[in-house]
């Protein structure tokens, strides 16, 4: 449904809603989520502060989908 509304809202106006086959347009780009200084990487260095060995436990991959789902979030528009 949100995929057809934003179609219906470019086909009004071009700016009222991000171009899905254009990656300028996204909230999030690739080299934000992915590059350096991105989101991850900020997630990563969030991590090593909270928990300073660097294994993989449970916890620490919980806490990474947690921290990584609210940067996404906080950047993301949200179809409310």
Excluded: H
């Excluded at 509304?5 to 992915?34: H, Q, V, Y």
Aim: aromatic share 4%; hydrophobic share 35%; glycine share 4%.
């Amino acid at each position: 449904m949100r995929s057809r509304l934003e179609a219906f809202l470019r086909g009004i106006d071009e700016s009222l809603a991000a171009n899905p086959a254009n990656e300028a347009e996204w909230a999030i780009t690739n080299d934000r989520l992915n590059g350096k200084e991105g989101i991850k990487e900020s997630v990563e260095e969030e991590l090593k502060k909270l928990f300073p060995k660097e294994n993989q436990t449970s916890e620490r991959a919980r806490e990474r989908d947690k921290l990584l789902t609210n940067v996404i979030l906080q950047e993301t528009d949200l179809a409310l």
